[in-house]
């Protein structure tokens, strides 16, 4: 993760990090299979569709820091942007039965001056959102 490195501000620190689950790649090697066994169009599409995965893997990472989260997107083309930890105020997670089976989770981020941000597929949500969530400001009463 040198990208992260370079990255970081002097007095900010990694909390915590995750990228798409695994089971992404529960696809390809049932079209390749199929391709092998019926008809080559599968074989082709199922290389391409694991050559798709590979690239969403190994491009998409989301950070956690005790200031901000922050999300890596790409492989060529890297996109870096990043959310304040003081303006994120909910963190919700959808889980399918097979995303349970499987560990795996969509969050969606709400924060105060952004629209609603979803990422799917996410390894460990619930390690994200605890990891999130402790590093959000305490709100005093001011009663």
Known sequence: MEWLNN???????????????KSIFLLPPLLILIGIILNKIYLYIGIAVLIFCLIKYYGLQYVITDKRMIIKKGFFDIQIKSISVNEIYDVIIHQTIADKVFGSGSITIFSESRPKEKFKALSRPYDFRHALYSQLPTKQNNQ
Do not use: C, G, I, M
């Not at 990255?7 to 689950?21: G, I, M």
């Open 7 to 21: 990255e970081l501000d002097k007095n900010e620190s990694y909390v915590f990090q995750t990228r798409a689950h």
